[in-house]
């Protein structure tokens, strides 16, 4: 009994952080009492013990375990705005009965977290520890139990990275903890202003301005900038980023949405606004969930031929493409930007308006930023409520950025080891039909079609496996494209990309979890199995990884010597 409960705990958030004592306590009812127990209401809120207390109700038990965890039906899918957006069935508006003459609070809580429940949004944070010496693995609750973390956003683990770490401790040493204030009042440093020329270098800008977050700088420059601009209209692509969505919602300027990369359609509502009237163009260079690329030669075409501006978040590009790590605009002009990184080259990069990028992903630490015209940057410091009324970023913090961002200016050698690896995964799967929705950047959303197979995939990867993969659900992803979210490091080795795969690879098998044909067969979905699938090539190019022949040729070759060996 103590060895179940020992292996329930590792599985269930809940079992892992709630005592015997508690448990206990939670399963036992006053005398007379006819509601379920405090236990069981749990159990009813969790996405396994619900569907499988569903099953118990409504038919006998079977032991089935393929039927029982079938994904479900296919629904068809639709973007998301927003993580405010309304969920996909109708929802009645909540009544709360109290002897009470005021309002209960406590009941409309637990309403609104029954509804994530009920639609299988509810979110399970992990207890993952990354380990600094040992990267990409860490620990969970239980300090011996070890897994590899195979969905970080540190894509390039500069988090640990000595050049950062040892510059931290020495900021730490001399400067202390905090930053002091706001940048306003004791918390503009020298460093945050050399950070700041740093990253306006880095995007062929004049300025530069660093914010507690991305979705910070996202959302006070958005509202901002268009709340000012008289009378502005913003065209958004259907799939940005949430900071950016509440950004233009708090702008309350009005907001054209345009079809995911469609550019018919976005010149189509244009077309439809006055040519004076001020716009803003808001997209994104990479989208982190499908992986797709922005066309950001069209967009800036569109812009210039109807005097929008541009407004292009690089934060899942920044460190990662480009020869300096400038981002998607910088790598289109690869070769030029190689030989002439300064503004005014020519390039793609210095037609875009204004840039936003984060220095908590690929750049290891936190904070975000924008990068644009002198006076459009003095315009935001002066008037953004998100960058004036909030303590600016420690010192440590910005001097580790500082260090990380010109390190990946002149070393490539991290972001060409993390494509190679995206490569050798994404080949990798595509031989066993384990379907990942086609993109040509560094990550790997593997579709699983629904909420429950996608929590039950990224469970059983952590407690079988040692693998930790977050489930991707509704509102991030459209209902019906639910998916893990995969994104390979430099620091992931050949052993462990295999165990990956092998781990995966039993986990379909034993749910009859849908292939691509599968996929296929039901006309396709997020871009899998479709009719006619597009031709996507990768956006860093063998040359550019220095590769003389594509990864999956090297692979082949790899197979071949090994058969012989054994042979």
């Known amino acids: 009994m103590e060895f179940a409960l020992s292996q329930a705990k590792k599985t269930c958030p809940f079992l892992h952080i709630t005592s015997t004592s508690s448990l206990r306590r939670l399963s036992t009812l006053p005398a007379g009492a006819k509601q379920n127990s405090a236990l069981l209401t749990k159990a009813q809120q969790c996405p396994v013990m619900s569907k499988a207390m569903e099953q118990t109700q409504t038919r006998a038990v079977s032991t089935s375990r393929v039927a029982a965890q079938k994904p479900t039906s296919s629904v068809k899918a639709k973007a998301v705005e927003s993580a405010g957006a309304a969920a996909p069935f109708a929802d009645k508006p909540a009544t709360f009965n109290s002897k009470s003459k005021h309002f209960d609070y406590e009941s409309f809580y637990s309403h609104e977290l029954e509804k994530k429940h009920k639609d299988k949004s509810?979110?399970?944070?992990?207890?993952?520890?990354?380990?600094?010496?040992?990267?990409?693995?860490?620990?969970?609750?239980r300090v011996e139990d070890e897994v590899t973390v195979w969905c970080a956003?540190?894509?390039?683990?500069?988090?640990?990275?000595?050049?950062?770490?040892?510059?931290?401790?020495?900021?730490?040493?001399?400067?202390?903890?905090?930053?002091?204030?706001?940048?306003?009042i004791a918390g503009n440093a020298d460093l945050h202003l050399r950070l700041e020329s740093e990253l306006a270098d880095l995007h062929h800008k004049e300025g530069a301005l660093v914010f507690s977050s991305?979705?910070?700088?996202?959302?006070?420059?958005?509202?901002?900038?268009?709340?000012?601009?008289?009378?502005?209209?913003?065209?958004?692509?259907?799939?940005?980023?949430?900071?950016?969505?509440?950004?233009?919602?708090?702008?309350?300027?009005?907001?054209?949405?345009?079809?995911?990369?469609d550019m018919a359609h976005l010149e189509e509502l244009l077309q439809s606004v006055d040519p004076a009237t001020p716009k803003i163009i808001a997209f994104e260079s990479v989208y982190s969930m499908c992986g797709s690329i922005g066309p950001i030669h069209e967009i800036v075409a569109l812009a210039k031929k109807y005097g929008a501006i541009t407004f292009l978040d690089e934060v899942h590009a920044v460190g990662m493409y480009g020869p300096r790590g400038a981002g998607v605009a910088e790598h289109l002009d690869?070769?030029?930007?190689a030989a002439h990184p300064t503004m005014g080259n020519g390039s793609i990069v210095d037609e875009i308006d204004i840039i936003t990028g984060t220095l908590g992903k690929a750049y290891g630490v936190v904070g975000g930023y924008i990068a644009a015209s002198a006076s459009l940057v003095d315009m935001i410091r002066?008037?953004?409520?998100?960058?004036?009324?909030?303590?600016?970023?420690?010192?440590?913090?910005?001097?580790?950025?500082?260090?990380?961002?010109?390190?990946?200016?002149v070393s490539n050698a991290e972001r060409q080891m993390q494509q190679i690896n995206t490569r050798v995964v994404k080949s990798s799967l595509a031989e066993l039909?384990?379907?990942?929705?086609?993109?040509?950047?560094h990550i790997v959303p593997v579709l699983l079609g629904?909420?429950?197979?996608?929590?039950?995939?990224?469970?059983?990867?952590?407690?079988?496996?040692?693998?930790?993969?977050?489930?991707?659900?509704?509102?991030?992803?459209?209902?019906?494209?639910?998916?893990?979210?995969?994104?390979?490091?430099?620091?992931?080795?050949?052993?462990?990309?295999?165990?990956?795969?092998?781990?995966?690879?039993?986990?379909?098998?034993?749910?009859?979890?849908?292939?691509?044909?599968?996929?296929?067969a039901e006309g396709g979905r997020a871009g899998v199995g479709m009719p006619t699938?597009?031709?996507?090539?990768?956006?860093?190019?063998?040359?550019?990884?220095g590769l003389e022949t594509p990864v999956v040729e090297q692979q082949q070759t790899k197979a071949v010597k090994q058969s012989s060996n054994v042979a």
């Not at 690869?334 to 930007?337: A, C």
């Not at 039909?433 to 950047?441: E, Y």
């Open 122 to 141: 509810y979110r399970y944070f992990n207890n993952i520890n990354r380990l600094a010496q040992k990267f990409p693995r860490a620990h969970t609750a």
């Open 153 to 184: 956003n540190d894509y390039l683990g500069m988090g640990r990275n000595p050049v950062l770490t040892e510059t931290m401790k020495r900021t730490l040493d001399r400067y202390g903890a905090g930053a002091g204030g706001t940048r306003n």
């Open 214 to 261: 991305c979705y910070v700088a996202n959302d006070a420059t958005l509202a901002t900038l268009a709340s000012k601009l008289p009378g502005c209209v913003i065209f958004s692509d259907q799939l940005n980023h949430a900071s950016m969505i509440q950004g233009m919602r708090h702008s309350g300027a009005q907001k054209k949405i345009f079809r995911h990369n």
């Open 334 to 337: 690869f070769d030029l930007n």
């Open 382 to 409: 002066s008037y953004a409520p998100g960058f004036i009324f909030t303590t600016s970023l420690p010192p440590a913090v910005v001097s580790g950025a500082m260090q990380s961002v010109k390190y990946l200016k």
């Open 433 to 441: 039909g384990i379907p990942v929705v086609p993109n040509p950047s």
């Open 450 to 520: 629904d909420a429950a197979s996608a929590k039950l995939a990224s469970d059983e990867l952590l407690s079988e496996h040692g693998i930790y993969v977050q489930s991707i659900n509704y509102p991030t992803v459209p209902v019906g494209e639910e998916r893990l979210r995969i994104t390979p490091t430099p620091g992931h080795n050949q052993e462990m990309i295999d165990h990956l795969v092998h781990s995966l690879e039993t986990i379909w098998n034993r749910y009859g979890f849908r292939r691509v044909n599968d996929w296929a």
């Open 533 to 545: 699938p597009a031709q996507i090539e990768p956006l860093w190019t063998n040359g550019q990884l």
